[in-house]
C-alpha cells in the first residue's frame, strides 16, 4: 500500500492534510484528514471530513482563549 499527503488547508497556523492510502491497483482504500500543530507539525487529531477538522482547529483555539470577566 501507498500513502499520499496533501496540503487541503492552513488555518490559523495549523495544517490540515488529505491523506489517501492506495492499493497495489492504484484504487484509494482509505482517506482521512489529518491536523497538524503550528511549529512543530505534532499530530493533534484524524478526521474523516475536512470541516470537521477545520471546526475542531477552531474549537481549540477558542478552549484556549482567555476569558474576559463579565463586568
Known amino acids: 500500500m501507498?500513502?499520499?499527503r496533501q496540503l487541503e488547508a492552513?488555518?490559523?497556523?495549523?495544517r490540515i492534510e488529505r491523506v489517501r492510502t492506495f492499493d497495489?491497483?492504484?484504487e484509494t482504500t482509505a482517506q482521512w484528514y489529518e491536523v497538524l500543530a503550528p511549529g512543530?507539525?505534532?499530530l493533534l487529531g484524524c478526521f474523516a471530513q475536512r470541516?470537521?477538522?477545520?471546526?475542531a482547529i477552531v474549537a481549540r483555539e477558542l478552549a484556549?482563549?482567555?476569558r474576559s470577566a463579565a463586568a
Do not use: F, N, T
Not at 10 to 14: H, K, M, R, S
Not at 51 to 55: G, I, K, L, N, T
Open 64 to 66: 484556549q482563549s482567555p
Open 10 to 14: 492552513d488555518v490559523l497556523g495549523y
Open 51 to 55: 470541516s470537521v477538522a477545520a471546526r
Open 24 to 26: 497495489e491497483h492504484g
Open 2 to 4: 501507498k500513502d499520499q
Open 40 to 42: 512543530d507539525g505534532a
